[in-house]
Nanobody, 124 residues
């Protein structure tokens, strides 16, 4: 019962920044954990980051630690993925996902609701 819409993707040079937005609808959004995943051509969907429903628990995959953050604004029903110091290997379609749990699995199987994805391309 949560609908998600991603935005903010685009083309950026290596070292630049982008902020992705995941806008959610649904009365239970504030009680949902939200995750970001990405998928490059020929590769499996990869966990990027997740934030608990309270915002108190946040986890990142090792490859983005220190570069990405996942702010949450429940008043705006929005979760962001702030991406700094982007690298060409960050190029992928990025998806946000949600589940009605405090903190979801880092596996895509742990999420019930998915956005349509937004393309991020990082040039060298």
């Amino acid at each position: 019962q949560v609908q998600l819409v991603e935005s903010g993707g685009g083309l950026v040079q290596a070292g630049g920044s982008l902020r992705l937005s995941c806008a959610a609808s649904g009365r239970t959004f504030s009680r949902s954990a939200v995750g970001w995943f990405r998928q490059a051509p020929g590769k499996e969907r990869e966990f990027v980051a997740t934030i608990s429903w309270s915002g108190s628990s946040i986890y990142y995959t090792d490859s983005v630690k220190g570069r990405f953050t996942i702010p949450r604004d429940n008043a705006k029903n929005t979760v962001y993925l702030q991406m700094n110091s982007l690298k060409p290997e960050d190029t992928a379609v990025y998806y946000c996902a949600a589940v009605s749990r405090f903190l979801a699995s880092r596996s895509p199987d742990g999420y019930d609701y998915w956005g349509q994805g937004t393309q991020v391309t990082v040039s060298s």
